[in-house]
């Protein structure tokens, strides 16, 4: 059942259109790029640091490149991992609910909750341990409106970078050639051990703290070529 939910959200999100095409979109001064084929993804993100122009490029979650002003730069093994974990962390989120049916993701439904009076589906997602990537420890929850199939709430947990807890509420909804794209708000509880569960609760209290917007513009969808 969990299966079936996500496959109806990336069809509501019109997620499908990712397949042989090429994403693009602007989040913090960055533009940033996800180009789909049969046998590989490649994600990229450039921007300008100064005078110097970035350019930097990640094939299949795990060769990274960079180029200054059009040039190969050598880039040492730990901050081509930092630049690599900081591109997929954008793009995934971007690219959710499609990134849902990835062979390491395990889908659970726990049935149907209540948020502010309306219901949702309320899936549990994990990793398997051997290729879920080095954030296999990590949980989300999703609650999927039960009528749009929309992901309009998401809270999940981490290990790295000192651990923590997000939740994330969908804002500016609207239509690029038929994909939705959405804007989160970006909160964290006052408590880090809470349980993903009780975020609900706590969201509908208002004692969530926002920490930030994840604001994206200039967002293309086009198929290639």
Known sequence: KGQEIIDQAIIAHGQHLFENATLSFLFRDKKY?????????????????????IEDMLINST??????????????KDWAGK????????????QLPYLLNDPAVKKIDQGIKQIKGENYYEIKVSFQIENGGEDFEDEY?????VNTFEIDYLAYNYITDGGGVRFRSAIN????NGLLVQ?????????????LSNLITEFEKGTLVELSRIINSDITLLPNN
Request: aromatic share 18%.
């Open 83 to 94: 630049y690599s974990r900081s591109i997929n962390s954008v793009l995934y989120f971007f």
């Open 141 to 145: 929850l999703y609650w999927i409106d």
């Open 33 to 53: 790029s996800a180009k789909r084929s049969a046998t590989a993804y490649i994600y990229t993100r450039s921007f300008k640091d100064s005078s110097t122009l």
């Open 63 to 76: 060769h990274f490149s960079r180029k200054k002003n059009g040039a190969s730069i050598e880039v040492s």
């Open 173 to 176: 909804k609207r239509r690029v």
């Open 183 to 195: 804007d989160y708000i970006n909160y964290a509880p006052l408590n880090k051990k809470i349980p």
